[in-house]
Nanobody
Framework: QVQLVESGGGLVQSGGSLRLSCVAS????????IGWFRQAPGKEREGVSC????????YYADSVKGRFTISRDKAKNTVYLQMNSLKPEDTAVYYC????????????????????WGQGTQVTVSS
């Protein structure tokens, strides 16, 4: 079974930090660019970050740039999203997925170019 599983969400106060994990099973995560997306209540799902296979390219939404960091741990077949200086506006369900094609600056937010979406992990930031 090919699967991605997100974890690490929770409740945190404004200014706090969380680290989300995206763990792959049934395939080698190193062969794919991986993206993080989020969906807040009443809003459409949006791109948060993306990392290339080698980790040489990283992409971030303007709203999280400078606060979030995406990274890979090849030994654990895992992609992380370190979230610092969290704001209430970051409250959402966070999802990870693998890309059909390599990601670039103009394409990484295209949701239709991703598949094997995980079940999501809830992040709630209180004021």
């Amino acid at each position: 079974q090919v699967q991605l599983v997100e974890s690490g969400g929770g409740l945190v106060q404004s200014g706090g930090s969380l680290r989300l994990s995206c763990v792959a099973s049934g395939f080698n995560l190193d062969y794919y660019d991986i993206g993080w997306f989020r969906q807040a209540p009443g809003k459409e799902r949006e791109g948060v970050s993306c990392i290339s296979r080698s980790g040489s390219r990283e992409y971030y939404a303007d709203s999280v740039k400078g606060r979030f960091t995406i990274s890979r741990d090849k030994a654990k077949n895992t992609v992380y999203l370190q979230m610092n200086s969290l704001k209430p506006e970051d409250t959402a369900v966070y999802y990870c997925a693998r890309r059909i094609l390599p990601a670039y600056d103009s394409t990484w937010t295209r949701q239709y170019e991703y598949y094997s979406w995980g079940q999501g992990t809830q992040v709630t930031v209180s004021s």
